[in-house]
């Protein structure tokens, strides 16, 4: 197998793992179904792998990946921190019941069991976190927001949307998408000192 048909393969494998993820869930996700899915051996899954747990962790790493990399394309665009913060906040919040957010609370709820994961979602959690809280710093710097802690604001922010988050995903009826970004746009602006359509 050359290289570049393994790379191929090999971001085959963690698509497919994540679409699988998708509808099954991180736990209830077997090498087999993935397998199955890609059109391929379950050995070719293990070759690239070695394990179930590996091949999890790596499908959680590659979707957040996707996630994260809009995330920090966003931070070194041009803009005034008031937009970059509109932004952010708008790409991150939740909007329902969708396959990104479903992998994310998966392996939120692997990470307490599984340290492989717990280490990939710490350190995603992280750098989401890490480009909020540099918004703000930016924001506050500028004159653009008032807030004497960015990063506790940045925590608790961030706290408010993954609780959203889940509620949206495990129950999708039970609040409209225009409620909870009226919530993230109020409870945003109180902690930069700013009025909530100065958001919108």
């Given at each position: 197998?050359?290289?570049?048909?393994?790379e191929v393969r090999l971001d085959l494998l963690l698509r497919t793992a994540c679409e699988v993820i998708a509808r099954h869930g991180l736990a209830?996700?077997?090498?087999?179904?993935?397998?199955?899915?890609?059109?391929?051996?379950?050995?070719?899954?293990?070759?690239?792998?070695?394990?179930?747990?590996?091949?999890?962790?790596?499908?959680?790493?590659?979707?957040?990946?996707?996630?994260?990399?809009?995330?920090?394309?966003?931070?070194?665009?041009?803009?005034?921190?008031?937009?970059?913060?509109r932004r952010l906040v708008k790409l991150y919040a939740p909007s329902g019941r969708t396959k990104s957010w479903s992998i994310w609370i998966d392996?939120?709820?692997?990470?307490?069991?599984?340290?492989?994961?717990?280490?990939?979602?710490?350190?995603?959690?992280?750098?989401?976190?890490?480009?909020?809280?540099?918004?703000?710093?930016?924001?506050?710097?500028?004159?653009?927001?008032?807030?004497?802690?960015?990063?506790?604001?940045?925590?608790?922010?961030?706290?408010?949307?993954?609780?959203?988050?889940?509620?949206?995903?495990?129950?999708?009826?039970?609040?409209?998408?225009?409620?909870?970004?009226?919530?993230?746009?109020?409870?945003?602006?109180?902690?930069?000192?700013?009025?909530?359509?100065?958001?919108?």
């Amino acid at each position: 197998m050359t290289r570049r048909l393994a790379e191929v393969r090999l971001d085959l494998l963690l698509r497919t793992a994540c679409e699988v993820i998708a509808r099954h869930g991180l736990a209830n996700t077997r090498t087999a179904d993935v397998a199955k899915a890609a059109g391929v051996s379950q050995a070719l899954v293990f070759y690239h792998f070695t394990t179930k747990e590996r091949l999890l962790a790596q499908a959680f790493a590659y979707a957040t990946e996707q996630d994260l990399a809009r995330v920090e394309a966003l931070d070194r665009a041009a803009g005034a921190p008031i937009e970059k913060l509109r932004r952010l906040v708008k790409l991150y919040a939740p909007s329902g019941r969708t396959k990104s957010w479903s992998i994310w609370i998966d392996g939120w709820a692997e990470a307490m069991r599984v340290p492989e994961v717990e280490k990939l979602s710490r350190r995603r959690v992280l750098r989401w976190r890490e480009a909020l809280e540099k918004v703000i710093a930016d924001g506050v710097q500028d004159g653009s927001f008032k807030c004497d802690d960015p990063s506790g604001a940045a925590w608790r922010i961030a706290s408010l949307i993954d609780g959203l988050a889940v509620q949206a995903g495990a129950h999708p009826r039970i609040l409209s998408r225009s409620q909870m970004t009226e919530w993230v746009h109020l409870t945003t602006a109180r902690e930069l000192d700013l009025r909530p359509e100065q958001l919108s």
